[in-house]
């Protein structure tokens, strides 16, 4: 079956209504592109539980920062398109800015609470926009499944509660994180390592484990578990630590003492690259 790529709302539509009709069911996984095997695995999974699979492929301006890399975050159609194919997908969904936020647009979509820190803190707005535009791709796909990467913890626990809170009838399935064989999360950023970079990224991984295997020892103090994976980070060489967080893995909350599931979740700086991960630690 041939891949069908759309850039139009209203040609995807159309594309959808015609499924619809044929009964079948439609899963929805959104990117922003530059795609890898991560994406591909969720892809696959996607295709085990729908019968059409669609790929939204939209670098979306309003989750960047002033400061941020939207300018020269990769745009790789072509690639993607072909690995979109080799897992599975059946459609992509490519559209222009002008296309998803034409001129007047007005309207944001928020979550309070959730994503006002980790990383809101450092990226003030970004959920904003990545719940702005998740929002408009679910109305303009309407699919019966949205899949998701565990990497981005947090952005995925705040579209399950969106679309719990907005009453959109619409599945969210988290994806295991894939990796490298050294335990490097794959991301789209990883592109930007330097060799050097590179080669101690695993490390951020490592520590999380460390921590994880402390809290499986026993220790439920939640501050020290943090202060001894901020200090592991920190002694990652060229690292800058953004944040170490231990917190609750519903609201997102710190926590004092692991007595319920629980998240240890880190951001760390390598050079300019600014790379996220976690670990589950109890529940």
Sequence with gaps: MALEVETRISALRRYVATLRREQRSVGLV????????????????ADKYVGRVVVSIFVNPTQFGPKEDF?????????????????????????????????????????????????????????????????KLFGIVQPDWAFFGAK??????????????LNMPIGIEIVPTVREPDGLAL????????PAERAVAPRIQQALQAARSRALAGEIDAARLQSAL?????????????????????????????DRPAVAAVAVFLGTTRLIDNVLLAG
């Design 30 to 45: 959104p990117t922003m592109g530059a795609l890898h095997e991560g994406h591909a695995a969720i892809i696959r999974g």
């Design 71 to 135: 300018a020269k975050y990769p745009r790789t159609l072509d690639a993607d398109r072909q690995l979109c194919a080799d897992a599975g997908a059946h459609a992509i969904f490519a559209p222009t800015v002008e296309e998803m936020y034409p001129d007047g647009f007005s309207t944001v979509v928020d979550v309070n609470r959730l994503g006002d820190h980790l990383c809101g803190a450092s990226r003030p707005g970004h959920f904003r926009g990545v719940c702005t535009v998740v929002a």
């Design 152 to 165: 981005d913890y947090q952005q995925a626990r705040i579209l399950q509660q969106m679309t719990h809170d």
């Design 187 to 194: 991301s789209s950023r990883n592109r930007y390592l330097s």
């Design 230 to 258: 901020a200090a592991e980070l920190s002694a990652i060489p060229g690292a800058r630590l953004d944040y170490a967080s231990i917190v609750d893995a519903e609201t997102l909350q710190p926590l004092a003492r692991l």
